[in-house]
């Protein structure tokens, strides 16, 4: 099945930053064929083959999310003001109450925005992960996924004691090393698997051990979350600095993509750098936390810096503006994080640290066809006098028109082509009221 994308203005995110204008976008089976100035690649297309109308509108490659917790769209709007750290407060407590089908209801509806939003790939880590497994299989989402691990006794973490249990730790390894065992390459390899685990307060050194020696022999990538405001508990439970306890136990390193790093020093940033390690930057997400990584002291260094989601939001946009912004109100200067390098970011930066760069983040042949196709005749986005620029600061997840995962089209005049918008919405509307309620029963409130 060959598919060409006919004279749009294509923003290919290759080396060269090349733009064509107007240009063209063939795709021969699961891969990009041919890219280029319109009259050079039109003439290349086979006869017969699906005419996708470009004229006005702009290509882009798929966004990719270095992180994200589907199911977690349950705390819409109930997580973002509750302070610094709402893992102990209301993540976890969630996770002993919340019942598997409602984590993949919830999960379901996710997916679905962030593919009608142009998001073509995502890093998952959450409990029960495999839940939604066999729903980013049948989406047609790119997903690397892991089973969000800890080992830690949630029942005495309400009280405020941070206990290890031995049992949970072998089941939680168990299950990780299964999930990953099933679910590596499958999808014709469009889905991977990753071994991760939440944090280091929750995680302790046997279980970072066994992890990172499970993801050595089953040759995965690791991810967890750093240095994001419980940088005092990791001192307290572990008696050591959290970016020295993370490589003491192997959770820094070229393999690791490490989430939020925004409580970092001097030395944290060497850490990074000197191990390779990668970072999963949610700026949306940090900023509503009051904390944000210096990725401009962390690029400097050789850091690679992704973006991701995180929760709660769908919009990949106001990721990208949300990832400007605050890297200026940080260096207290208008210029820093140009709209291009943003955007780098959020495709071949992203695409980089799941060690996905050889097949997807930029539109050139022989990589995967994930693309996403913009209508800009509509209000917001004209005059297109610069396209990443118009498309950067003015865009919306709802400008996209057309999504393509892997060749096949997933999203058509703005709408998902096989989920259905209302049935998905109904289903995680009943999955939250109950999960909440649930919740509110077990521990007498919102904040646990
Ligand atoms: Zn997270």
Known sequence: MSILIRGATVITMDAAATIHAPGAVLVEGTRIAAVGPLDEVASDAPSGCEVIEGTGRVVLPGFVSAHNHLGYTAFRGRAEDVGHSPTHRLYLPMSMVMHRDERQALGALAIAELLRGGVTTVLEMEEDADVLAPFIERSGIRAGIGLMTHDVDLER????????????????????????RTWHGAAGGRISALITTNGLSTSSPDLLKALRSAADRLGLRLSIHLASGEMHLVQRIHGQESFAFARANGFLGEDVVAVHCYRIDEAGVDALAETGT?????????????????????????????LGIDNYFSDYFDVIRSCIAVARIRANDPEVMQAPEALALATTGAARAMGLDDDIGSIEPGKQADLQIIDTRRFGLTPLTDPIRTLVYHAHAKDVETVLVDGRVLVRDGTPVALDEEELVDAAARAGAAAWARFVERFGGYHA
């Open 157 to 180: 973490l309400m009280n405020g004691d941070t206990v290890f249990d031995a049992a949970l730790r072998r089941r939680q390894i168990d299950a990780s090393v299964e999930f990953a």
């Open 278 to 306: 990668h970072l999963a930057h949610c700026p949306l997400m940090n900023q509503f936390r009051g904390g944000i990584a210096p990725v401009g002291a962390m690029r400097e260094r050789g850091v690679n810096v992704g």
